[in-house]
């Protein structure tokens, strides 16, 4: 089992940044893969940003809405896999959850049901 935590959210204004956090408890070592996805009111939750690891060498992938403006990254030693979103819009503004899989369904995992594991989410508010 992987416990996960996600941290960071709060209220900005747009063109501003924030941090995500993900922190990831139990069996950390069975991951393969972490996922970012966010869910605005009255909206499917949508895949946002991922990262793998295989064979020593980690792979980013970023939904087209993203790319540019959103980083992610990891750190193994404290089993943290971080969001860093810049130039924020108010079309940003959602509950963002982190999700964790061992499996390898996909080089590129971006469907909720690759994904087994999921925190609880980090509200983000993005001001006009």
């Known amino acids: 089992q992987v416990q996960l935590v996600e941290s960071g959210g709060g209220l900005v204004q747009a063109g501003g940044s924030l941090r995500l956090s993900c922190a990831a408890s139990?069996?950390?070592?069975?991951?393969?893969?972490t996922g970012w996805f966010r869910q605005a009111p009255g909206k499917e939750r949508e895949f946002v940003a991922g990262?793998?690891?295989?064979?020593?060498?980690?792979?980013?992938y970023y939904a087209d809405s993203v790319k540019g403006r959103f980083t992610i990254s990891r750190d193994n030693a404290k089993n943290t896999v971080y969001l860093q979103m810049n130039s924020l819009k108010p079309e940003d503004m959602a509950l963002y959850y982190c999700?964790?899989?061992?499996?390898?369904?996909?080089?590129?995992?971006?469907?909720?049901?690759?994904?087994?594991?999921w925190g609880q989410g980090t509200q983000v508010t993005v001001s006009s």
């Open positions: 990262i793998t690891w295989s064979g020593g060498n980690t792979y980013t």
């Open positions: 139990g069996r950390t070592s069975s991951i393969y893969a």
């Open positions: 999700a964790a899989t061992p499996l390898r369904s996909s080089l590129y995992p971006s469907a909720q049901d690759e994904y087994d594991y």
